[in-house]
């Protein structure tokens, strides 16, 4: 299987995973559009979950194991529902790239309408609102308390973050892209203050969180590659690309919440303002960012996809392109209100 040296990882799993039976067996987990997950099955059933980086060229600070594991074992112990943190692998020579080792956790990931329309309305309208209330919890949480403050820098998250996507999108570009380079200046005039400090998800969304089918509930919160410490609007904001109230067309073709039942997004920001007591007055503006920052995201999927750094997992290309076009467009329009 590309991206894993069975035999090797093999041996190091049965050494350093405290209940790890040999023989293994391994799948790739679909879905993923960076890191490479795989489910590993020991030999008594047991299941785990393996993440690797992906094959190709990386950025120097992207895709960081060490990083991953190391958040999600802080956030075991709060209220935050993460899989188990269960050992890391930093020696290159096992599988040519670092890896953790995560314990596995039964449930379905919405990742479209007809995933949405498994669950009843009512199940649909709970699991809304918790993954609203899930990210509250996770942005309450205090940082310095579960050793994470020094995961990133307390200020300037919207400065840093302009600069960073900037910079990516001239080092990753397949072609010229205006609006890009619009929404960019733009919204560098118009920073909102930053009014809080919390550990910020960066792609928090049903596509990532594995849920109860039966009640709902989120069990757990993945794909942590892009944490650090921030603005917590901007993961709220985020929830826009992914919400489709009723009447609207979807932004993304993986938004569940085109299905009936799910609560608006006005309901979805007055129940996080409620839990937080944060201001969400500028939250337009984060709104703009969130889908400047996915087009250029996706152009570095885009990248990876076109030079087979993505496993065995084939893609679109032609509709990943589209989407890349059709998120900048949504973020320049966003924008332009601004200073209008």
């Known amino acids: 299987m590309r991206g894993l040296d069975e035999d090797r990882v093999g041996a190091w799993l049965a050494e350093h995973v405290v209940g790890a039976a040999p023989p293994f067996s391994y799948s790739l987990i679909a879905g993923g559009h960076s890191n490479l997950t795989f489910r590993v099955t020991g030999g008594d059933g047991q299941l785990f979950v393996l993440r690797r980086p992906p094959l190709g060229h990386v950025l120097a600070t992207a895709h960081d194991m060490a990083r991953e594991h190391r958040i999600i074992s802080a956030l075991g112990p709060t209220s935050v529902p993460v899989p188990p943190a269960l050992a890391l692998c930093m020696d290159e020579t096992v599988n040519d790239a670092p890896f953790y080792v995560m314990g596995y956790v039964d449930g379905v990931v919405l990742d479209g309408v007809r995933s949405a329309e498994a669950l009843t309305p009512p199940q649909r309208r709970t699991a809304g609102f918790d ?3 899930v990210l509250a919890d996770l942005h309450l949480v205090d940082v310095e308390a579960v050793g994470l403050g020094d995961l990133g820098r307390h200020t300037g998250y919207l400065e840093r973050q302009l600069r960073r996507w900037s910079t990516q999108w001239e080092a990753s570009k397949t072609r010229e892209l205006s609006a890009i ?31 109860d089918s039966a009640t709902g509930r989120i069990e757990a919160v993945l794909d942590w590659e892009l944490c650090t410490l921030g603005d917590p609007l901007a993961d709220v904001a985020y929830q826009a690309v992914y919400w489709t109230d009723p009447g609207e067309q979807p932004r993304m073709e993986n938004d569940p919440t085109a299905a009936p039942g799910f609560p608006t997004y006005a ?18 503006y984060y709104i703009a960012f969130a889908h400047w920052r996915l087009a250029i995201i996706t152009e570095g999927v885009y990248v990876r ?8 997992e084939a893609s679109d290309l032609d509709a990943l392109a589209a989407r890349i076009d059709r998120l900048a467009g949504i973020a320049l329009a966003s924008a332009q209100r601004l200073v209008a």
Do not use: K
């Not at 996809?305 to 065995?312: I, Q, R, V």
């Open 131 to 133: 993954l609203i209330d």
């Open 181 to 211: 380079d619009e929404v960019h200046a733009l919204l560098s005039r118009a920073v909102p203050a930053q009014h809080a400090v919390a550990v910020a998800h960066g792609d928090y969304r049903f596509g990532n969180c594995l849920l």
């Open 267 to 284: 309901e979805v920001l007055g129940r996080y303002a409620a839990r937080t007591g944060f201001d969400l007055s500028d939250i337009d």
């Open 305 to 312: 996809y076109l030079h087979g750094a993505m496993g065995d």
